[in-house]
């Protein structure tokens, strides 16, 4: 049976919202990971099949297939191709997906794997609001489907009424959230001080630690924070961050590693993605994860460490209360409430951290999920080998 095997995995530090990465070119961020693993891994960069890279709100800098043009700004060879992807906040771990499809099917050997965003250069949503202005289109993707209203109605569509729906139908309270929120900078400030992700990050420039976590938060400061919609539980301290980052994965075949003298780290053991509820949106994690365990022919109790990504904490409390997982093996070092969502890149960031993670901890499996836009949760499962 063929095997899809990790190879390498980098990201930058991430960035905060106006932060020491806000100016830089998302092509450029994109570009300094890419030339991290061609140099980490040592292959002939001419050996590579295929750059699958997620990003979204792809206008301006981060239009016109910024995975093409990254592996360019990274004076790397013109004859390899590269593809942008957006499947919202887990468009690079779908690059995971894709880029381990193509070496599971035969029909290519080596394949990076990655995303890179600068939210601080284009807001979240800019990309839709700025394309469809001009042309007198200012409702927004689903107003006007007589097909969507009918199954749906007017239910408001976004991130922040789901994560609202999320803590109501799972009886989590706003206190409940903070304190997760507070463990997740915690657990943050920790791993950075101990060094957990020095291995993992390629500085840039001046930046050379994540910028997210928040050493003087309490729950006395969230406590104080005015809710995200009026009357609801939502704060922005149980949300994650506006950031900017990059990062990237080198994916390999069997042929691969012989053929370039190799060392893979870990192999993709299981992906799938599954679909829920588009208007709760957030809460995809927990029946994909069931179906990947399933799959899988795997339990939860056979996870070592598990990368949920923390758009909003009730997303990852609703999942924990659902899969019965245990909290000390989730997210170990912080989440996204602390590190950062730099959208696109989050994916293979998570991914960098889990991999990293396992070898730290003599890990075997661990597995990674996130929320996403539509109603969607990606789930991948490494062996660390």
């Not at 696109?344 to 075997?364: I, P, Y």
Request: overall charge negative; aromatic content about 4%.
């Amino acid at each position: 049976m063929a095997e899809a095997y990790i190879v390498e995995a980098v990201r930058t530090p991430v960035g905060r919202r106006r932060g020491g990465l806000s100016a830089v070119h998302p092509a450029d961020l994109g570009a300094h990971v890419l030339k991290a693993l061609i140099e980490r891994t040592g292959i002939d960069p001419a050996a590579v099949d295929d750059v699958v890279l997620g990003c979204l709100d792809t206008v301006g800098p981060q239009a016109g297939n910024i995975a093409r043009t990254a592996w360019l700004a990274a004076g790397l060879p013109e004859e390899v191709p590269g593809t942008t992807v957006d499947r919202q906040c887990g468009s690079s771990q779908q690059a995971v997906h894709f880029a381990a499809q193509g070496v599971l099917s035969g029909t290519q050997d080596l394949v990076v794997a990655g995303g890179t965003q600068n939210m601080s250069m284009i807001p979240i949503a800019f990309a839709s609001r700025q394309a469809a202005e001009p042309l007198g289109l200012t409702d927004g993707p689903y107003a006007g489907s007589e097909g969507w209203r009918a199954r749906y109605g007017d239910a408001p569509v976004n991130q922040f009424h789901g994560a609202e729906l999320i803590a109501r139908n799972w009886d989590i309270s706003r206190e409940d959230m903070e304190r997760f929120a507070l463990r997740s900078h915690q657990r943050a400030a920790r791993a950075v001080d101990e060094g957990r992700f020095d291995r993992e990050t390629v500085a840039y420039g001046d930046v050379t630690r994540d910028e997210g976590p928040r050493r003087d938060t309490s729950l006395e400061k969230m406590a104080a924070l005015k809710p995200v919609v009026e009357g609801g539980r939502l704060t922005a301290g149980v949300s994650s961050q506006v950031s900017d980052g990059a990062s990237a994965l080198l994916i390999a075949s069997e042929r691969a590693v012989a053929e370039h003298g190799l060392t893979p780290r870990a192999r993709v053991h299981h992906l799938s993605v599954r679909g829920e509820d588009p208007i709760r949106m957030l809460s995809a994690p927990i029946p994909a994860t069931a179906y990947a365990l399933k799959k899988a022919g795997m339990s939860i109790d056979d996870i070592d460490l598990v990368e949920i990504n923390e758009a909003f904490a009730p997303v990852v409390l609703a999942w924990l209360k659902e899969t019965g997982a245990d909290p000390d093996r989730v997210n170990v070092n912080g989440g996204a409430i602390a590190l950062g969502h730099p959208l696109g890149a989050t994916g293979t960031k998570l991914m960098t951290t889990l991999l990293h993670e396992l070898e730290r901890t003599g890990g075997r499996y661990g597995l990674q999920t996130m929320c996403e836009g539509g109603g969607l949760a990606n789930v991948t499962i490494i062996e660390r080998l």
